[in-house]
């Protein structure tokens, strides 16, 4: 069974750090590539970063780069965001998602950017 399980959210204040991790299982991590996501309240959801099947080639949307770094461990069948200078606009729960819009997506974890 295919799972993706999201974690390391939390209420953060504006310019702290929080690390997100996305952990797998029923599949091995390292055959495919793997996207975040997020979704503010009355937003739609926007993809925010990607990392290859070898971690060789990242992407990032416009809003976080320079500030967010997407990396893997396929040893340990886990992705994960490092996200630094978080923003309000940052709120939301992260996704993270394996095989695109039909594929699999974890439940989710929310990020809070308040002070």
């Known amino acids: 069974q295919v799972q993706l399980v999201e974690s390391g959210g939390g209420l953060v204040q504006p310019g702290g750090s929080l690390r997100l991790s996305c952990a797998a299982s029923?599949?091995?991590?390292?055959?495919?590539?793997i996207a975040w996501f997020r979704q503010a309240p009355g937003k739609e959801r926007e993809g925010v970063s990607r990392?290859?099947?070898?971690?060789?080639?990242?992407g990032y949307a416009d809003s976080v780069k320079g500030r967010f770094t997407i990396s893997r461990d396929n040893a340990k069948n886990t992705v994960y965001l490092h996200m630094h200078n978080l923003k309000p606009e940052d709120t939301g729960v992260y996704l993270c998602?394996?095989?695109?819009?039909?594929?699999?997506w974890g439940q989710g974890t929310q990020v809070t950017v308040s002070s």
């Open positions: 998602n394996v095989g695109g819009t039909m594929g699999h």
């Open positions: 029923g599949f091995t991590l390292a055959y495919y590539s």
């Open positions: 990392i290859s099947r070898n971690g060789d080639i990242t």
